[in-house]
Structures are given as structure tokens and as C-alpha cells.
């Protein structure tokens, strides 16, 4: 924002500096908005469920808390299906927590 009304050129101008805004996800598992790089990103795309570690993968994505008790309730829940609107396999989902077993 610049001051416009000036008279001489020792009186200083004001910046404002803007704050960053940090995007935040909702986890699918305890439903408590988090920072989205704090969460870990389920991807349904063309190969199949994946966990997607960089957040950028094509697809459509869920967001759960990187610990096995959001991932246990998510699954409980059937949030993970609902979220992503298909249907999963228990094929699927077993992949998909042996996955979630490594990276944790």
C-alpha cells in the first residue's frame, strides 16, 4: 500500500507485508483440519489406490494423519471408498496398508 500523499521525500512509506497462507487438508480418519504437510495423501487413480508421498500425483485424493489410528478408523469408517467415490476392493486396501505399514 503506498502512501500517495507524500510532501516531501524523508517521510516513509508503509509496506505491508503479507503472511503466507498455509493450506489446510482434513484428515479422513479423526476429521481434524491439519496443515496439508502434515497429512499423507491417498491417491484413486488409473493404476489403482496409491500413496501419493509428494502430493502431486493425478487422481483424485484423500488426506489422513500419517499414524495407524486415523488410518484404522478411516478404513472402519469406509471414508476412504465414500471420499473417493468408487468402490474398493479388500485387495486394494490391504496394498494400500501394507504401503501405509512401510512408510510408517
Do not use: H
Not at 493450506?23 to 489406490?49: A, D, F
Request: glycine residues 6%; proline residues 4%.
Amino acid at each position: 500500500m503506498k502512501n500517495r500523499n507524500l510532501k516531501n521525500s524523508n517521510e516513509k512509506q508503509v509496506i505491508l507485508l503479507k503472511t503466507k497462507k498455509i493450506p489446510m487438508r482434513k484428515c479422513v480418519g479423526c476429521m481434524e483440519s491439519k496443515p496439508k504437510k502434515e497429512l499423507l495423501r491417498i491417491v484413486w487413480s488409473q493404476e489403482g489406490l496409491l500413496l501419493d508421498k509428494t502430493g502431486k500425483a493425478n487422481g483424485r485424493g484423500v488426506y489422513v494423519c500419517p499414524n495407524a489410528d486415523c488410518f484404522a478408523k478411516a478404513n472402519k469408517k469406509k471414508a476412504f471408498a465414500r471420499s473417493l467415490g468408487t468402490d474398493i476392493s479388500p485387495e486394494d486396501m490391504d496394498n494400500l496398508s501394507k504401503e501405509f505399514d512401510k512408510y510408517e
